[in-house]
C-alpha cells in the first residue's frame, strides 16, 4: 500500500525556524511534493524533491532522504503569513497515468 | 493567481440532485486533474485527464463523471447528491501528464448538499 505520515498540528513563534516532517510508504518512488493551503484557499505549489538532499527557495527549505524514505520542510523566520496547512505528496501510477496522493496535511500556527 | 479558473465557486443545492463543476486549466496546460477536499479525508484525488483523455483515476464514485473538452477545459459532474458529498472541490492543471508533482490548483468549488 501507499502512505504519507506527517504530524497534524505544529506551532511556532514568530521569526522562529520550524520543520514538518513527512514518512512515505510507496512504490515506485519519483519525489516529494509540498503544497501549502491557507483556510479556505487553493494548495500552492512549494517544492519538489526528486534526489536526496536539501532544495533552498528562500525562507522555505524542502529535504528529502530516499533511503529513510523521508523528507521534511524547513520554515525560517516565520512569519505569521506562514500559518496555513502543508502537505507533502508523492506521485501515484494510476491506470496509463500518474497523480498525486496527498498526505493529511500539518497545521503551522505561527504566533506572535 | 495560478491561472486555472473553477466555476461556481459555492454551489448549494439538494439530496438527489445534479451538478456541474467547470475548471479552466492554464494556458498550455495538457493536463487536468480533479480533488475532493473534506474536513476528514484531506485532499483525494479524483481523476485525472491529458488533452482530452482520461489518464488516472483515483477514489471517485460511480455516480461522478468527468471529461475533457477539445478546447481543454473539463468538467465534473456529481449526480444522485448525497450529504457526504459537500466538500470543497479543486481542479489542477499541469503541463505534462508525466509530471503531475507540480501542479497548479484552480480556486475550488464549495459544494454544500442540504
Known amino acids: 500500500g501507499q502512505s504519507l505520515e506527517q504530524p497534524s498540528e505544529v506551532t511556532a513563534v514568530e521569526g522562529a525556524i520550524v520543520q514538518i516532517n513527512c514518512t512515505y510508504q510507496t512504490s515506485g518512488f519519483y519525489g516529494l511534493s509540498w503544497y501549502q493551503q491557507h483556510d479556505g484557499g487553493a494548495p500552492t505549489f512549494l517544492s519538489y524533491n526528486a534526489l536526496d538532499g536539501l532544495e533552498e527557495t528562500g525562507r522555505f527549505s524542502s529535504f528529502l532522504s530516499r533511503s529513510d524514505s523521508y523528507g521534511y520542510l524547513l520554515l525560517q523566520e516565520l512569519q505569521m503569513k506562514d500559518s496555513a496547512s502543508y502537505f507533502c505528496a508523492v506521485r501515484v501510477h494510476s491506470n496509463s497515468g500518474y497523480a498525486l496522493n496527498f498526505g493529511k496535511g500539518t497545521s503551522l500556527l505561527v504566533t506572535p | 493567481d495560478s491561472g486555472v479558473t473553477q466555476t461556481p465557486k459555492h454551489l448549494i443545492t439538494a439530496t438527489g440532485q445534479r451538478v456541474t463543476l467547470r475548471c479552466s486549466p492554464r494556458s498550455g496546460d495538457l493536463s487536468v486533474y480533479w480533488y475532493q477536499q473534506s474536513l476528514d479525508q484531506g485532499l483525494q484525488f479524483l481523476i485525472h485527464y491529458y488533452n482530452g483523455e482520461e489518464r488516472a483515476k483515483g477514489n471517485i464514485l460511480e455516480r461522478f463523471s468527468a471529461q475533457q473538452f477539445p478546447d481543454l477545459h473539463s468538467e465534473l459532474n456529481l449526480s444522485s447528491l448525497e450529504l457526504g458529498d459537500s466538500a470543497l472541490y479543486f481542479c489542477?492543471?499541469?503541463?505534462?501528464?508525466?509530471?503531475?508533482?507540480?501542479?497548479?490548483f484552480g480556486p475550488g468549488t464549495r459544494l454544500t448538499v442540504l
Open positions: 489542477a492543471s499541469s503541463v505534462e501528464a508525466g509530471s503531475p508533482d507540480t501542479q497548479y
